[in-house]
């Protein structure tokens, strides 16, 4: 298990425990955490569950694969910290994850 933080635009925080194995995108549905749309479902055919990784775990994070990047034109207000929270995996290195939800989904 690993404890997300999602901050939605306006401050908001909520902070969810998350499964391992599950994606932070699901995480999210899960627990109903507005702004995150995921209208693919996770198959990262979409930008609607996109997220700024905080500094602090841009490193243990890692960078998007080439589909994922490719659907992150489609973000709104894409930026280098930039993600799809579907493909994030929960594990326990994740555990104190914190992540920003933009003000509109793509």
């Not at 425990?17 to 479902?41: K, L, T």
């Amino acid at each position: 298990m690993a404890k997300i933080t999602y901050i939605e635009h306006n401050g908001t925080e909520h902070v969810v425990e998350a499964e391992n194995g599950v994606s932070v995108m699901e995480a999210a549905v899960r627990n109903m955490v507005p702004g995150i749309d995921a209208d693919c479902g996770g198959a990262c055919a979409c930008a609607t569950c996109h997220v700024y990784i905080d500094d602090s775990w841009r490193e243990k994070t890692g960078k998007p694969e080439a589909m994922e990047e490719s659907m992150l034109d489609f973000a709104a207000e894409p930026k280098e910290s930039s993600r799809l929270s579907c493909q994030l995996k929960v594990s326990d290195a994740l555990d104190g994850l914190i992540v920003r939800l933009p003000e509109f989904q793509g």
